[in-house]
Every structure is written in structure tokens, then in C-alpha cells.
């Protein structure tokens, strides 16, 4: 079958179709759901498949383990060494959980004081800190203690645009063995929200939508590892509020239009 949601093992197009209240009774019902679930993700205008986000609770919780991820860097560079990583449960709907794997990483690479000043990492702290392979080894073990090797679904505020790529180089072969491929982006969801009218934002960076949702800053201030992946989580956890019932609705709307002929 044909769609968005092709490759992904964990949700049909009957799930979908049952999400929205329709019974699929042939293999030609489920393309219809698929080219459904196309249009959704094309209209919606994102990289991402929002509708995947929407049905998350109620499908995937069982599949794999939702957690947020940020990092500090010595940079913008792909090149640029991770200074510090945090990775934080999440729970189904989003809102996050004090379990969080938090490591700083030792970096030989020359300070960057623009980084330096923004993360407020320093170069005292970095002679200290883990190497990466020490960090990988309590990375491992934390996944193993509080998973048990469930895979983890990750989502982060830009992870696709910044954080995604700089983890995989961070993690190697090991990224693969404990991240699941399906990923989510806060920005992503944000950014589609906004351009239907839904968000009433200009920009759709952390700390406006940390302001629009109240969330309280965690330690103060943001591009801490650690309290970004908390903020995130908030705001993650909102934005599924609103992306939920409009983008269903949305959804049967377009069903109905294209296929019933009714609005």
C-alpha cells in the first residue's frame, strides 16, 4: 500500500482509518486510507508526518520508549564536538519525567567562546567530564536499567535540522542499537501548527513557545542540555493538544470530500 505511513511496522492504515471511526473492509479501503493520510501529510506541508504524532498514545506506547534529546555543542559545525548530551523520558503524551541520562563530554577540540558563552559549559568542566567512550558505556547501561533495551523513539526541538545528525556522529553504530528510526520534532509540529493558523506565534524557537504555553524554565535558562529537555517536553506535550483534534478533523474532512462527496 501506497502512503505516508509506509515502512512503518507499528501503524496501519487501519489503525488510522479506526482512529478516525471508519471500518476498513478490503486491501482498496486501506489505499483510500493511505492516500488519505498522504494528503494530511502534504497539506500539512512538514518533512514529518504529523498524523504519526497524533496517534502516537494510542498505538506506539507499547512499541517504543518516547524520549526527548538535546545537546550542547563547541559550535554549529556538524564537526563541532558534543559538549553535553541529555536524553529524558517522556510520557505518552509527552510531558517528561525526571529519568534522564545527563553527561557532559570531554572534548579536545579548541574552545569556542561564542558556544562557551551561550551553554555556559566550561573548559574546567570538560577536563573533568566523561570521554566518549566512558559516556557511551553509562549511556548503555542507563538505557538498559530503565528500558531494558527497548528501543527509544526521540524527538527534540530542530532535531531533525541540528541534533539528529551531531548524535549519530556522537554515537556511531551505537545509535542505530538504541534509537528507533521513527523521530519526532517539536519544530516541525510547531511550525505547521503556525502556518494554519493554529499557533499564535512569529517564530517558533523554544523559548517563544516556552512563553506562549507558560512553562516554567527549569534551572532558569535555556541551552542547558538538561533543562532544554525538559522545556521541550512541556511544549511537546501542548502542541499535541492542539495538533490532535485539528489535524483528525482535518483529516475527515478531506476523507469525506474526496471520497463520500459531503464537507
Known amino acids: 500500500m501506497g502512503g505516508a505511513l509506509t515502512g512503518n511496522p507499528f501503524v496501519s492504515y487501519g489503525e488510522v482509518a479506526r482512529h478516525m471511526g471508519y471500518e476498513i473492509e478490503s486491501e482498496w479501503d486501506g489505499d483510500r486510507i493511505g492516500d488519505l493520510v498522504g494528503a494530511v501529510s502534504h497539506m500539512e506541508h512538514t518533512c514529518g508526518n504529523p498524523l504519526i504524532s497524533a496517534l502516537r498514545d494510542d498505538t506506539m506506547s507499547d512499541q517504543y520508549q518516547l524520549v526527548c534529546i538535546d545537546i550542547e555543542t563547541n559550535g554549529l559545525k556538524l564537526e563541532d564536538d558534543v559538549l553535553s548530551i541529555s536524553i529524558r523520558d517522556l510520557n505518552p503524551d509527552g510531558t517528561p519525567t525526571d529519568t534522564e541520562f545527563y553527561s557532559l563530554i570531554r572534548s579536545d577540540q579548541p574552545s569556542n567562546p561564542e558556544a562557551f558563552a551561550v551553554n555556559g559549559i566550561t ?4 577536563k573533568e567530564a566523561p570521554t566518549k567512550e566512558e559516556m557511551l558505556i553509562s549511556l548503555r547501561y542507563w538505557h538498559m536499567k530503565n ?14 535540522g541540528f541534533d539528529k545528525p551531531r548524535v549519530e556522529r556522537l554515537l556511531g553504530e551505537a545509535y542505530d542499537r538504541i534509537f528507533h528510526y521513527h523521530v519526532d520534532d517539536s519544530m516541525i509540529i510547531a511550525r505547521a501548527l503556525q502556518r ?4 499564535p506565534v512569529e517564530s517558533c524557537g523554544l523559548s517563544n513557545l516556552a512563553e506562549l504555553f507558560k512553562v516554567e524554565l527549569k534551572k532558569g535558562v535555556l ?3 538538561s533543562a532544554d529537555t525538559y ?3 512541556m511544549v511537546y506535550s501542548k502542541l499535541l493538544k492542539i495538533l490532535k483534534p485539528n489535524i483528525l478533523t482535518r483529516a475527515i ?11
Open 123 to 126: 573548559r574546567e568542566q570538560l
Open 147 to 160: 528500558f531494558n533495551g527497548k528501543k527509544l523513539s526521540p524527538m527534540g526541538h530542530n532535531f531533525m
Open 196 to 199: 494554519n493558523g493554529l499557533l
Open 223 to 225: 541551552h542547558h542540555a
Open 231 to 233: 522545556v521541550c517536553g
Open 253 to 263: 474532512r478531506v476523507f469525506n470530500s474526496r471520497y463520500l462527496g459531503v464537507l
